[in-house]
């Protein structure tokens, strides 16, 4: 999913031009934002933006993990114990570990449906 760095928007508004789908809007502050229900991730808007403001998902992988741990640590308030605060995260990662073997087996079908694709276009 592609974001908007906000800091190097000049708010050209030329992805909103090039976006298929309308998903791009300027906000209050004269800078474009994705809404991500309507993005249809072709990754226009991030080759015609001429400042590099469009920025890739993988930046976000730090930030992301930290929100997972503010997240963590606030539910952690929840349980008094030592016991019961370590069967907690116990569960989160868990939970974590299911949602790591999603998006593995979602990777696994998705080459297998692209592999698919390429053997029909050759044939
Ligand atoms: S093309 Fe780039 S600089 Fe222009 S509005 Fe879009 S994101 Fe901002
Ligand atoms: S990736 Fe494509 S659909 Fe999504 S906001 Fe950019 S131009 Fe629009």
Not at 37 to 44: N, P, V
Not at 99 to 121: C, H, P
């Amino acid at each position: 999913m592609p974001w908007v760095n906000q800091e190097m928007c000049n708010g050209c508004g030329i992805c909103m031009d090039e976006c298929p789908v309308e998903a791009i809007t300027l906000n209050e502050m004269n800078k474009a934002q994705i809404d991500e229900e309507s993005c249809i991730r072709c990754a226009k808007c991030h080759d015609v933006c001429p400042e590099d403001a469009v920025r890739h998902d993988s930046e976000k992988i730090p930030e992301q993990v930290e929100e997972n741990l503010e997240k963590t640590r606030k539910l952690l308030e929840y349980y008094d114990t030592s016991a019961e605060q370590q069967a907690f995260i116990e569960r989160m990662i868990r939970y974590f570990n299911k949602e790591r073997k999603v998006t593995e087996f979602t990777i696994e079908k998705l080459k297998a449906l692209k592999a698919g694709m390429a053997g029909s276009a050759a044939s």
